[in-house]
């Protein structure tokens, strides 16, 4: 879908503000306490041990290049050109930032340690959420949702991460390291999750009654709800049976269930969590992951 000038304006405005916090979560947190970082970043931190003149940003754009090359047919024009602009506003802020000011280690590695997972988790939700990466790992963990759709992005992203910090770990022979760099990985793709994610999560409703038409005419007109029937058969007495899919929002599980429970209070239901529920009445199919 063709996107207006105001919209593509808020889009990169919104992707500079994720790079930011990405930058502010490297230089501030991770950097000068010496835990280890996922993706090409980590990697980059790697090369720079070894050729400390070469600066982490110049080396993330450096080592994405590869990986845009192999994105390129597969995520379209629009994809490629905000992530060129992601990584390389990222990668620019890093250095800059660490010109301009060395952050001072924390005193609590641990806090440290969660402070730079929310942010890293905040920063690559927001990039996410426009329909972007910021490359290296991001992009690995898109070409794999392309094969596991089913997986969220933060899973995918955690699992390429951390065999980027599996070998930060070795090549600066520090356990302790990689387990901080572990438990700000795990904390940032769950923030990240929430992010993309934490808004839209709903419920999902299976009800088999005997009542089903008085249960979808309460749910209809009183929770304002709509409902589809479902064909089904009792696996013992082979009896045709209308089953009642509704999808609703959290808060309103209390209601559904009283309302069920008031119809026909021997009615079988099952509710489950849905990971997204898009459509009307709940969240828009445009930018969604």
Not at 148 to 163: C, E, H, I, N, R
Not at 229 to 250: D, H, M, N, P, R
């Amino acid at each position: 879908m063709k996107r207006t000038p105001r919209q593509l304006a808020k889009n990169y405005l919104m992707i500079a503000l994720g790079a930011g916090i990405y930058a502010l979560a490297f230089d501030g947190c991770f950097v000068p306490n010496g835990i280890a970082f996922g993706g090409v970043t980590g990697l980059a931190q790697i090369v720079h041990f070894f050729l400390p003149g070469l600066p982490v940003g110049t080396l993330v754009f450096l080592l994405n290049i590869p990986l845009f090359l192999l994105g390129w047919k597969l995520f379209g024009k629009h994809m490629l050109l905000s992530s060129l602009f992601a990584m390389t506003m990222s990668s620019l802020l890093i250095d800059g930032l660490a010109s301009l000011y060395t952050f001072p280690p924390m005193e609590d590695k641990l806090l440290a340690c969660l402070v730079g997972g929310v942010l890293l988790g905040v920063s690559l939700g927001i990039i996410f959420l426009q329909g972007t990466t910021t490359g290296g790992t991001e992009i690995v963990a898109r070409l794999l949702k392309l094969k596991f759709a089913w997986l969220p992005m933060g899973k995918l992203l955690l699992a390429a991460d951390l065999v980027v910090v599996s070998v930060v770990a070795v090549v600066f022979r520090s356990v302790g390291t990689a387990l901080y760099g572990v438990v700000a990985l795990y904390l940032s793709t769950f923030v990240m999750d929430q992010v993309l994610y934490g808004m839209k999560n709903a419920k999902v409703a299976y009800i088999i009654s005997d009542r089903p038409e008085d249960i979808v005419k309460v749910i209809l007109n009183d929770l304002d709800r709509s409902v589809t029937y479902l064909q089904g058969e009792g696996g013992y007495t082979g009896q045709s049976k209308k089953v009642i899919l509704c999808a609703f929002k959290q808060r309103e599980i209390v209601a559904i269930k009283e309302t069920v429970r008031q119809v026909d209070p021997n009615a079988f239901m099952i509710v489950t969590s849905a990971h997204e529920v898009l459509g009307e009445g709940f969240g828009s199919y445009h930018g969604e992951l």
